[in-house]
């Protein structure tokens, strides 16, 4: 029986399955007296209620907070992206949101939900993803039947639907565990000591971190693995011992109160599934660190501030620099980090390069652990701000200017030609600047040049998935890379006089920092590269209302004119329609018995 402190995830399970069960409904040709299509709609509701207890697992306490936990993560996203008819999440906003939360909160890109690449054809939805097809087909049928009744998700659904999801995915970490217990000769049925249950861990981080390729069976060559890099010891080695370590002595501390002091402790196949989920909650963040550490190497390399690294210095590290960079030029074209369009020569852009498949370090069935978008989190902060799909340019720029990021500090002034460049926007929208566009993404990447991917539109989406680029596909040769690198020193002797006047041009225009400027923080914008291409990455058809405001006071009071006058003459229409039904005869007037309105 569950805990009282369960009842809120009852109640997430109950509105999800509510939510799958109104659709069904709404899909029959009428709800009084649908006779076997409601018998209908109540099976679904069944076979529903069985599915999602078997995936969330009853409704235990720590399942509540959790589920408290994703309500708090998600909401305000969930009330700044734009809403069908009935006020719900329409597919596109459904996939914005399921992507958002899991690449911010852990670092996961879920196979099926990778980036859009910026279009509007192809776009898959949540009920396409394999972990769902795999593991929970009615989830899947109800989703499709809420599609095609043009239903949506309510908040309380998507904090089911993106729990659901975890639990989904986390099962899979047990299957791994499963095989840590095998190739190390232990079973699951019996208890482990302190010592083995490092060994099994270990065993684990290994296995998750060469994601398919692991092998599950072959005990012995896992074993001999495991002793030979243990033996060489090493940074990335250290670090995994401390991760584990750290996840074992939390579990300590959080179930302090159950152990016995007077005992030896030993460890449960329940206890280290516990740890293991933890560890997997947390991997993604704690890897993080090194994409940070990545991300300041790059930062060295760029000589002017603007977020992009010249090739040639790319490929020109020495061997005592800790990163070596070998990505070809064709795969940083394909995921948009390869900018052709400067004056000083190709160059990379630091935000794309960081957020390509190439820096995603473990891959399983299900998903990829990558590098966490900062430039999410700055969205998200607009997206609490704002609480609308859109917003004036003024209310943004106020915003903007005292957001900070790891590079960029609060209280700025943005430049003439970036004010300009939001009110365009605006005024391509009628008024407002949506959040979720990609011309506001434009937008963002040169006011944060080193956080926000520039957003190119791919030709092929499929390039951001990082299976596409298994093993050195995404490598140049070394004699490639060795004659790029060659043209740096002649390019910056070739480049230093034309380089000087173009310094002074772009101060002339207020495109780069002057002295006063440096002083007063006033941010950089050079050679501001833009199209006025615009794809919207989380409205549907039906949901192409931006929120506040548009064509100013007048428009409004226009469009609640009209609405009004449509209002009135439909309650004309029902008044009409009632007084023709109830007038005259008393059979009439017990006929309107049955049909009388509700107001």
Known sequence: MAKAGGNKSIAYLAALSFFMFSSAVSASPSVRGAGDSRISAEKIQSRLNEALASVMRGGEDAGAKHLETIEAHIWQTYQALPKNDLGRLPPKGVRYLVHNYFAREHGWVIKGLEPLGHQNANVSAVHDLSVLQDKAPALVESLLEARRADHGLSLSDMVAMVAALERLILDESLTILEAAYRLNLFTPEEPLSELDLHSVLQSYLLLFKQGEKADLVNGTRHRQYKNLISNRGGQLWNQMVDFESDAVKNYGFANTHKSNPFEQQSYSFKAASLIVEGMANSYGKWQNRECHEMKDALMSMDPDGTGRVPLPMFYS???????????????????????????????????????????????????????????????????????????????????????????????????????????????????????????????????????????????????????????????????????????????????????????????????????????????????????????????????????????????????????????????????????????????????????????
């Open 317 to 599: 590290q020495s061997q005592t620099d800790v990163y070596h960079f070998s990505e070809s030029t064709d795969y940083l074209k394909q995921v948009g980090a390869y900018d052709g369009s400067a004056a000083g020569g190709p160059r990379v852009r630091i935000a794309n390069y960081m957020l390509g498949p190439s820096n995603c370090i473990a891959s399983s069935t299900y998903y990829s652990i990558c590098c966490i978008s900062e430039c999410e989190s700055l969205l998200n902060q607009l997206e609490a701000n704002v609480k609308a799909p859109a917003a004036s340019p003024s209310h943004i720029l106020e915003l903007v200017r005292h957001m900070s990021s790891s590079t960029v500090d609060s209280h700025r002034e943005l430049p003439d030609v970036l004010v300009g460049k939001l009110q365009s926007i605006a005024d391509h929208h009628d008024g407002d600047v949506p959040l979720h566009g990609r011309l506001f993404s434009q937008w963002m990447h040169h006011a944060f040049p080193n956080e926000c991917p520039y957003p190119q539109i791919m030709e092929d989406v499929t390039a951001l998935d990082p299976r596409a680029w298994t093993g050195s596909k995404a490598e140049a040769s070394q004699e490639e890379r060795a004659k790029i690198a060659a043209q740096a020193v002649d390019d910056v002797l070739s480049q230093n006089e034309s380089d000087v006047a173009s310094l002074a041009d772009n101060v002339a225009a207020g495109l780069l920092w002057s002295d006063d400027d440096q002083e007063v923080g006033k941010a950089s914008v050079p050679e501001l590269q833009w199209t006025e291409e615009e794809v919207l990455h989380a409205h549907d058809g039906s949901s192409l209302k931006l929120g506040t405001q548009k064509g100013g006071l007048f428009g409004s009071l226009m469009r609640w004119a009209f609405q009004g006058a449509l209002l009135f003459s439909l309650l004309r229409v029902l008044f009409n329609w009632q007084d023709s039904l109830c007038g005259g005869s008393s059979k009439k007037k017990a006929k309107c018995e049955d049909y009388e309105l509700p107001f």
